[in-house]
């Protein structure tokens, strides 16, 4: 007869995903090892190993969970809002967080991983693509209610956005980027000037809003 192996323990993936954001954000990608994670999660090694296949795997693993959080928490918000305008703010706006958490830093940290495992690409551009239809949605639902005026195709705009958003990320990340809301500024010009539209006002309430 041959030997069973031991079942799956999910809820160790879990623990692994939680503990190690903390732990990459401390020591850096480089200086982290397989010891590292697993002494944090409180975990042997080889569950390492078993679940996420070494360190990139771990880091692959907090950038889905990011990506997801990310773009749920978008998406949740733009349906509560009535306005077009209101919606591409508030997109724009989440786009840039306020302090950077742990998962946004480690998402463009990871890109490093992506190039050296094509495996990981796919994530990385269903992740795109989605949060680009979350900005084509919205520009689309402001021309047919009248509130904007593309200068330019909707793609066009829509992938612009996202590539102002990700440059910004990636500047974040290693820590020379302007700060949030002047880099939420220069988008919402950029959008406002590509739509011809005002967007300064719906910006200033938010902000408002935000700091109260």
């Avoid at 999910?10 to 954001?21: D, R, Y």
């Avoid at 066009?156 to 102002?164: A, E, P, Y």
């Avoid at 990700?166 to 820590?175: L, P």
Wanted: charged fraction near 25%.
């Amino acid at each position: 007869m041959s030997k069973v192996g031991r079942p799956p323990e999910p809820w160790k993936k879990t623990q692994i995903i939680e503990t190690a954001s903390d732990v990459l954000s401390e020591r850096g990608l480089q200086a982290t090892g397989v010891k590292d994670l697993a002494d944090a999660a409180g975990v042997s090694r080889a569950a390492i190993h078993y679940h996420f296949g070494g360190v990139d795997g771990v880091v692959l693993g907090i950038a889905e969970r990011g990506f997801e959080l990310m773009y749920t928490r978008r998406r949740v918000a733009i349906q509560a809002l009535e306005s077009a305008t209101s919606r591409l703010v508030t997109l724009i706006r989440m786009g840039i967080p306020d302090p950077a958490p742990n998962h946004y830093v480690l998402m463009y940290e990871s890109i490093g991983a992506v190039r050296n495992n094509p495996d990981f690409r796919p994530l990385f551009e269903s992740f795109s693509r989605r949060q680009y239809e979350l900005f084509e949605g919205v520009l689309l639902d402001g021309v047919a209610s009248g509130d904007f005026h593309p200068r330019e195709s909707i793609e066009t705009i829509s992938w612009n956005l996202l590539s102002i958003e990700d440059a910004a990320g990636i500047y974040i990340t290693i820590g020379t980027a302007p700060a949030a809301d002047e880099v939420r500024a220069r988008m919402i010009s950029y959008a406002a000037s590509s739509l011809d539209c005002d967007l300064s006002t719906e910006n200033d309430r938010q902000r408002a809003r935000t700091a109260n």
